[in-house]
């Protein structure tokens, strides 16, 4: 079978359990205010040992409590204490809770049951707590030094800090091996990531915006290879290319900022690579239906898209999969060619520095990146075309959200002025970017 | 960066912890006897959090201490308790241990050492207790009733039962939603898996040998649904399709072996399905270097195949990856069209009997199916060219292992005598069969 | 630019061009009886130079002429011999005809407009005559020994027969080579066709069946060889087969019905194959659009699908494009595997025996085959997953004509009980066979 | 069977029939001269009615005849005018000649036999001419003005002129539809191609070099439409685009160098689309083995490769297959995105001017694009893997013969510095885009 979470449709997230939940008391006959009632609520639930996180709205008034479970309205009644409430989806599937609100604290149980099969029900044990708020005062900077990395793009992984809209990050990244600035190995290899960071008053269904403001090579060397990946290699060249593999050191030039090989070959004493420090991984933490990816993976929510436009200065847009974002950035490269056909690119240690914002209720389904001259797409997949058809996919529904465009304008644009480049070959998934100049779109009216 | 895990080429394997460590005595000037080091040893080391294992052969002889770790030949010292050793691979990469034996328990530091680049080192925490060992007796019949049902093919899974080579396990399944044969949700869907089971003596390595003796359906109705995957789909056929997707529950005749719909259309009141019982997992759980895939993927360690010759009566060889194997059996489907075209099969609980053995020292590189009949092997990956090479690949590794044919032979009966099915489109990994007719391959000596 | 013919949506077809047309006689004011204009007509045009056929209705009545020019509906008049219409698509684009009818001969000029740019317009000469007719009389059984053979599916090959729906052709086939059953070469290879047959009353929209009465071997020997096809090899195989591609010859035991190799290597030499005698091509003339394929290309028209269910016993239903279908044969295997992995099959000439009939206006956009057991549709295209689609497509189709199911009720037919073939891989387009159990499809009402 | 020619290994080409051949006299006892025999002449050889034209040398020195037959090495005698000689391939299979020699014509039978099958063999008639020679003195510059367009890449077209290397031909095409630049059709569309021209001295082997001096905008519109080529959608995008389709007309403004559409949509009414006027189609006539493609096909010859780099300034290279050459050029753009997502792109006739040169003995297997600031190949294939394949192969390929670079260095260069755009995703094959910035070269020797 395809990998579905079952049979009633749940749009769920999920979210590493930082929060002490308080014990709730006992019901009483005492009313509770509206004030105690209202707001936002993060919710946990234990899905058969699976832990899930949604967003509650609750909105008591005049006796009456309305609000909203995750995409789904809620109508319900509070006496008491105790807390009861039906919650529905477009397709009349049904979500019922019964528990008390105590301390700040919502516990009970919630039945969800299958408008078109009745016998398919499944109770989950729920508990909710006031959601994290932000802090009042202006934006502010974070000077963050990682201490431990992480080999997942995991909702599990505790958030290394928590940040608001509008602060700004300046931190480190390790090698896609491990080692840090100093050349000192720090955690097993595989892309390990900086963060997760949590962004405040991000919920599911939002837009996380990162500009990355500062990417700077912090050492002098990178490490790469001499092989070509398989994806890219013919018959002839498989022969050709049996032998290689063997692992290539570069000296980063800094000051010319030029790599070159510290042992190159007759043929390319002289050669050099423009240095170009970008990141290989930008991610958001997934939903709740994926196993957590391993720091290698790529999907709608970034991930490894080892994209060569990933650079400093540009804006990256990612979907918001579970309370807080969760932001990881890694896998620095001092310079990458398209399709990254070596496995890997010039990898190296990096600092960083980003600043991000929320689109709230803004959904996007490709990541997308944006600088001073071109808004880019990533699409992802497991064949070529698969990724064309997500970046063609994604560039549409860009032009169609921001830009108004009805699809035949949508072709129009696409078809006499997109850029189409094979952005990676390397990994799993591999990736397309579709480019359009900023230059050409600027007489359109952007929302 | 494409994941790798790091410069040392390490050949690790992983496996949850089960076993109390106790903490090593000090070390004294007493030596140690000959049986207290000789023989297997699994060995665990903690890599910047991860936990990674192995095997270590030790033979202490007239004073001289060798054997091997994982793949690597060791050579060292035993003073008193204080155990040394230095193990190499082909490129001349070390692994230095400097530690102690205590109550058959050995505990100590490991350091890696990259031959062409001697700054590139990597230390671990290393603990090693005897691996467990076979009881004697005649092969056992194992009752096992699942309590719990895993989500990942995970390595860091507790294993639910210890079994021996030659024993066999009769148990049930799980259908892909989570629900048992009393149609009772127990478990959040995704193909939750019975096991893993640990199989004594395994090592990576070696391959595991799966006698599927009984798949039986265990209930009277199976889940299935209305779409077509988007892989199957060209445009006109997206838009007809384009409402597609709604549940349908099919009633399984389990004296006429036919499934028919519960609400068939006007002209499907007749329309039949012959039974077929299979597994749409079984799997091993794989190696260190990748993170547990979810149980909707699949890989050269079997998963979520969907091949609808996984049947009653097959034998299924997978590779081991980690001590113990570590086997799933779940997702049955009481039948399924070729490429699981639905996305869903018929998807229903299952009553499974098997039994394993191990090859020693055998490696496979992908999954084999034998029947009476045939030779199949599976190949998997992101595109249908990918599986086909994989197949391909795979049936010829076959041919020259098992039938010592050489590349031109390999050919000749590939090319006049193969069959390829597409296994499966529905999930990230799509699959080509390899099939060849035993029939036709009886005059070939098989080793 | 993607090649399309003009910018005028035109329906045209293509033929040989077999006719001597008569010049047409001057107009005289004496009108012309309806029965010398009334019924079908063979349409050629020349368009720019390149030969287009089409049919033509006529029907005058009560001094009213209407009928059809190919798929649009024509309304006109007759004034002595002068003849004027005007045919109309459904976007209102127009193909106005001035000429003259005279001795069974219509000739003039016909202008086609685009409704919406009246500048774009295309004046071709027309002329048209009596179209074929089917001789009264019972079904003939011809016996037809080719002397020449086409290396291209074009329509401007000449007709080496015209046959008549019921009608029976016996014939041979030269092998791939262009050797024939003494094993002479009488033609260069690249799979030379026996054909075209001209097949009367067959005009495109209609559906061309052929029954494959004989497909018996007619020598002893096939050529082979053994190498893999570079789809199937991956980068380690590359490697292994890098010196294959020798020719192999195989013995063809056929009174045991196997083939064995007459040098076969050690390990070989009890290794048989059973013979399973087929041809890798059946086509009929592809339409106007496209410039005439080679012998080795294949498409919706069938051609060199080198499908090894394609035997003695089954039917093969194609589209017609061009008048009279033209049906072309050759290429027979005396077996092959799967995919055709070998770039050639066991490569023999053929005795061949063939019914044809003709379904008039069903359209079909997928090649068919039908034998006792199964029915099955080819697709054909560049990837593996383009193939998929058009078997699924081409099966969808074949349920919802003949055996009136909607689009839910396709994806539980096909879901259930599809079974997915690669058919080839060895040449520019690869394909991919759906095969359906007839005996399961029973009990559906089929039209 | 995979589309092969015959069993000998023949490297053969072919060309339009232009030369009256002299019927050749009689033998006599006479002795010709060692002018009349030595030098190169051109064979044409009619294999089973199909043209094949191939290059003799032949040198008779102190009575001994040498000399080359295409590829192979020949040894013959000369006795009165009878010829006789035998060539030979790296295979040992051998080409056996007997004819006689008269008035500059070579004339007689050709038997070639397949070394490793002696009953394997093919008698061909032969004649040979005198190859065409180029004239003395300075190169020129023709003005052709095109009267008939080829809608095939063929070498059986009469080529209209005849030209030398050093030569510049200025010209005119006409748009994809076969419209002119006073928008007048001319031809059907399809691509209908200006050429082909003989370039003089040009053999299989070498490879053509054509310098595109100008590429200028004609006529003041270009025709597009609003649909999205299937392969570049999802389904929900085919959903989404299902009525697409309608023509789109764009005005082309040759001052401010934009093009903008006469009737755009809302929201594309400021919108322009920078005009950067390129060929679709460059290319040779492919070479004996297939059937000549129409003008929308595209391989390793170039044709319909509907790049957008392919602009003024720049240099392509395709090999020679045919003796001549047969240069084709046609399917102006005025503005293309990459892939040429609509399937047209800004189509429109052009002004063209190019100069020609021949690089003797020089083998590519891939188009080569050169301009001011890239080096560039062309990758074209049935899936964007295979076409990622061929352009990676091909940048290869051009490094290690012009820059003398081993397997790792290439490896190196690629995976740090190459570009890889998806060309082409409108037509049968699809192409990929190698492309290297010859600044990042420059310090690389270049042979």
Redesign the interface.
């Known amino acids: 079978?395809?990998?579905?979470?079952?049979?009633v449709a749940i749009c769920l997230f999920m979210l590493a359990t930082r929060m002490a939940l308080l014990s709730a008391n006992q019901a009483s006959s005492q009313n509770v205010g509206e004030d105690a009632v209202n707001g936002e609520w993060l919710v946990t639930r234990d899905?058969?040992?699976?832990p899930l996180y949604q967003k509650l709205i609750l909105k008591l008034e005049n006796g009456k409590l309305t609000g909203s479970l995750a995409e789904d309205k809620l109508e319900g009644t509070l006496q008491g204490r105790t807390l009861h409430f039906i919650a529905r989806d477009a397709d009349n599937n049904t979500s019922e809770f019964t528990g008390v609100l105590s301390n700040s604290v919502v516990e009970g149980n919630i039945v969800e049951t299958n408008a078109?099969?009745p016998?398919?029900?499944?109770e989950t044990r729920m508990t909710a707590t006031r959601a994290p708020k932000r802090q009042p005062g202006p934006p502010r900077r974070h000077e963050f030094t990682p201490t431990?990395f992480y080999?997942?793009f995991s909702a599990s992984n505790k958030p290394v800090l928590e940040i608001a809209p509008g602060d700004t990050v300046h931190t480190t990244t390790v090698d896609?091996?491990?080692a840090d600035e100093h050349?000192i190995?720090?955690?097993?290899?595989?892309?390990p990531e900086t963060g997760p960071f949590y962004v405040l008053t991000a919920w599911p269904g939002d837009t996380l915006v990162v500009h990355l403001k500062r990417i700077r090579l912090n050492r002098d060397y990178a490490?790469?290879?001499?092989?070509?990946?398989?994806?890219?290699?013919?018959?002839?060249?498989?022969?050709?290319?049996?032998d290689?593999g063997?692992?290539?050191?570069w000296y980063l030039d800094r000051e010319r900022m030029v790599?070159r090989?510290e042992r190159p070959?007759d043929?390319?004493r002289?050669?050099?690579?423009?240095l170009r420090p970008m990141l290989?991984c930008v991610a958001t933490a997934p939903g709740f239906?994926?196993?957590?990816?391993?720091?290698?993976?790529s999907g709608h929510w970034g991930g490894?898209m080892?994209f060569n436009e990933i650079v400093e200065g540009v804006t990256v847009y990612l979907p918001v999969n579970q309370p807080g974002a969760l932001l990881y950035v890694g896998?620095g490269?001092a310079?990458?060619?398209?399709?990254?056909?070596?496995?890997?690119?010039?990898?190296t240690s990096m600092e960083v520095e980003f600043a991000v914002d929320i689109i709230p209720n803004k959904r996007i389904r490709t990541p997308r990146v944006e600088s001073d001259s071109k808004i880019m797409t990533v699409g992802l997949?497991?064949?070529?075309?698969e990724a064309?058809?997500?970046a063609?996919?994604g560039m549409?529904e860009w032009l169609e959200q921001d830009?108004?465009?009805?699809?035949?304008?949508v072709?129009?644009?696409?078809?006499?002025?997109?850029?189409?480049?094979?952005s990676e070959?390397?990994?799993?998934?591999?990736g397309?970017a579709a480019k359009l100049s900023t230059q050409?779109l600027q007489?359109?009216?952007r929302r």
């Open positions: 079978m395809q990998t579905r979470i079952g049979c899905v058969y040992g699976n078109s099969d016998s398919d029900r499944m431990s080999r997942q896609a091996g491990g050349g190995r720090r955690v097993l290899g595989g892309n490490i790469s290879d001499d092989a070509i990946v398989e994806r890219a290699l013919d018959n002839d060249m498989s022969v050709k290319m049996k290689a063997k692992s290539v050191r790599a090989s070959g043929h390319l002289s050669f050099t690579v423009p290989g239906a994926s196993a957590p990816p391993p720091t290698g993976d490894n080892d896998d490269h310079a990458q060619g398209d399709g990254e056909l070596n496995g890997d690119a010039l990898e997949g497991g064949s070529l075309e064309l058809r997500a063609t996919r549409s830009y108004s465009l009805n699809p035949s304008e072709a129009q644009v696409l078809g006499t002025s997109a850029q189409f480049n094979i070959v390397a990994d799993r998934n591999v397309v050409q007489p359109l009216k």
